[in-house]
């Protein structure tokens, strides 16, 4: 059901949070939309539920932002790395290289990955879900643009 979710999460970016149409005021027409453009009610409560989790976890998390300690190495738990192979967990290394992710939202990031119902991610699934995070955080605006180049064209405009 992993990609019905991130189907959905992707219509709902690319309809409503990355154009000019607004989205729907209350949530039960959005949910109509959604289902008349072909997604199942389950997978459009999921991604609501999904949403709803992200934003109040950014909100949650602001405050630490500034007190990550630089040069920790994250360990990652079994359960982590049987829905994130190798290449999600070097893609997001080299996002946090690349001064994309910082800490917190790399934290964010495999939380919402974590999220998922589903065995295991693709690159795609993961490179949408750090878009998804960057969307809505204050002072990551540059950050959400390299991200968006890289999810739509492949590669950010400057690797360094």
């Not at 190798?86 to 934290?107: A, G, K, V």
């Not at 495999?110 to 809505?136: P, Y």
Request: proline share 4%; aromatic share 8%; with cysteine.
């Amino acid at each position: 059901m992993n990609e019905n979710l991130i189907d959905v999460l992707v219509y709902i970016y690319e309809n409503y949070m990355d154009s000019e149409q607004s989205v729907p005021v209350d949530q039960i027409t959005l949910e109509e939309e959604l289902i008349s453009a072909g997604f199942q009610k389950g997978e459009v409560n999921k991604a609501f539920d999904w949403l709803d989790e992200l934003a109040w976890c950014q909100g949650s998390l602001s405050e630490y932002r500034e007190a990550q300690p630089n040069g920790a190495i994250r360990v990652y738990t079994d359960l982590e790395q049987q829905k994130m192979d190798i290449d999600i967990r070097s893609l997001l290394m080299n996002l946090e290289q690349m001064c994309i992710l910082d800490p917190m939202s790399r934290e964010l990031v495999i939380e919402r990955c974590m999220a998922i119902e589903t065995e295991e991610l693709t690159t795609d699934d993961v490179k949408w879900v750090v878009l998804l995070v960057l969307l809505n955080q204050p002072g990551q605006e540059n950050a959400f643009a390299l991200m968006e180049e890289l999810v739509y064209n492949g590669e950010p405009p400057y690797l360094h």
